[in-house]
């Protein structure tokens, strides 16, 4: 089975490119251009605002939505409702990132409570992880040096990636952009997940072959999203796969 | 009458490294830095707060202004309110920049209105332009492939660009507030949009020649921004003319 | 004395990249990213959200706090008053950049006040130093072509930098941070905001051997500072001191 997961990425990248989904990104105040960029670099078109009175216009114009927690305060509170509300309606599917809600209670309860809202797809790393209880059928995805994605006792391991990565702020945020991407393209939430992660951590590879750092880490990744095609995919994937 | 303007873009750009005007933008949440940095790039100050309590006071000292509606919310039109005013009562000149007003009706709205009172030019991508209805006098840009300003039934086309700049979020803006840059220090509003639009272009095609991506066009186009002299645009300059 | 700076800041980096101190961050909306990934190339672990709801959270886990007032609101206000309370409650350090306070009166007086409230250290621009009365025992940090740090009498002088580092928006915002962050680890404030001040002097220097403009002068920088050590510092420093 797990060798289905490259040739399935390396399919969805391809169509990432044809199909171009528009994807809404709630935001936090910090990376919104390199989440932008990176989507971009995919062929995806991002939009970004996350203002009460304007939020639910661009989540009905989306193909899918992604929900990051960081920076929230009480209209970022209030335009997150309405954007669930309204993917929920039109049926769009959506990601949840839980930014650093290891840093602050209130932050952990609000998260708990939108993961009863129907996210597809949660990505947190492992101190967010595991602060929170993943309702069943909701894919997990926990970042880390190894990115593992599991559904219903099935698993995907991803060993791609690049240590440099860590040190970029916002390439956690961007990768959760990019589930959110591949889920407006494939209805099967666990695979859309566990591409977005592959492609993220091949392109995280051809990243680091060429950074001298952290800052031409950067502009590095983004060549490499915009530069992957699937061909990438099958000769770089570092993947495992348990069945549950 | 087209050779006209590779020769004042050429001055202008002298000028405005000599004058270094500054540039309010209010601003969207998304891409504050690369205006910022692009606008410094040609030597001018950019200036971005856009705190209702605070704005009026950078207005006044701001030599033009922009008016980005990228994430609007309740704050920021009170802040451009404002901001409009103040520029009203200080004779500056500003540009507005009605950024994705085509994902949002309340936000065609209020650019619509904001059109009536008083921009030197608007700005816009075609999806948002074909929205709008310029009031005679406003100097219309519409960006894309080619990008074409007009006034009064006389239009400049500037061929000059690069396709990477389309994959890198914020380069329209960007644009934006180099016309408002331009505008500080000509009179002229056909004028220093068009120039604004050529050197910008001309600064695309230099960055495009040493990217190898929409990551590395990045820094590369602030680079070359720097660098651009007169010269260049004498040398690089494809523009057409027709007069109405 | 002069030669005691070099050889503390090169022991006060190598424990910066040892001990990993959390820094929180009130920012303004323009640079926060740019401001946490200079923080993570020295090591030192970023935070940035700015909602009065949570904003004490955030400091109660951070080893100091950096309070900048770019893009000054009245949410931010709130966020500020609670953010100093909390650090006085449990004696972190903290330094106060009070960025652009020289545009709006309301801001300096904001400034002014904040220095009554116990910073260990301020940093400003020329412009902004002008205008704020500096209370005794607060270490005062002017920075321009020559850096000078400043308490009871005292000073350093550091002439290392680089002239694209003022073309590049946020550059002074990241010396205040990483200010912040050698108060973290080091009690003496004239000693932390004086080593801060050097590496990102010699960072600087770095970074312009390799830059060809303000764009591909910030990726430099990013890399510069993570590839710093103790011994780049003891080979390139350039200061002078003053006994009071």
Known sequence: MSAALPERASDLLDGM?????????????????LVADGLSALDAIPSMTSSPEEVGHFVARADALLVNLGTLDAQRREAIGIAVSVAAERGRPWALDPAHCDYSPPRAAFAQQLLTRGPAVLRANA????????????????????DRIAQNGATFSVANGHPLAAMVTGTGCLSGALIAAFLAIETDAFMAASAAMLIFGVACEMAGKTASGPGSFEPALLDALAALSGDHILQHARIAHEQG
């Open 127 to 146: 101190a967010e992880y595991d602060l929170l209880s993943v309702p069943a059928g909701v894919v997990a995805v926990r970042t880390g040096k190894q």
């Open 17 to 33: 490119r044809r199909r171009r989904p528009r994807v809404h990104c709630l935001m936090n105040g910090v990376v919104p251009k």
